[in-house]
């Protein structure tokens, strides 16, 4: 063996030899306190989410404008998709027609596809918290 070669092994084993003792130097336990009324936190937020009490929700919006209209829009929406949840709900000076109550943007998604046929202006939107 050459001088190089018997240098490189050298450097190798000593490489192997260190980090095999720094992993080994990496064993530990860890141990988590936590304040007591975690977990029950923990369940009253699952609660309020199941219940949409946080508000972390997605709707799709079918219409704005004039009471008569919002009426006719709700009607006629709840004749051909009986599946999900709907809504009149009035802001100054609008009526809106809600629909959904969804968990996330793809059941969102999903369901626009389907409403859009009947409601081409329909759009999804997450309703501020208030």
């Known amino acids: ?14 490489f192997i030899l260190v980090s095999s003792q720094i992993s080994i130097a990496q064993q ?18 699952i609660d309020m989410s199941k219940n949409n009490e946080l508000g972390e929700r997605f709707k799709i919006q079918l219409y704005y404008g004039n009471n008569q209209k919002a009426s006719n829009t709700i009607t006629s929406f709840r004749s051909k998709f009986g599946e999900w949840p709907s809504e009149v709900v009035y802001e100054t000076p609008n009526y809106k027609v809600w629909v959904g109550n969804f ?15 009947q409601f081409p ?7 501020e918290r208030g």
């Open 103 to 117: 968990r996330n943007k793809l059941e969102a998604d999903r369901a626009l596809l389907k409403i859009k046929e």
């Open 121 to 127: 202006s329909a759009f999804i939107f997450k309703p």
């Open 1 to 14: 063996m050459s001088r190089l070669n018997i240098q490189i092994l050298y450097k190798t084993l000593f």
């Open 28 to 45: 530990g336990n860890i141990k988590v306190e936590q304040d007591a009324k975690l977990p029950q936190l923990l369940e009253k937020r």
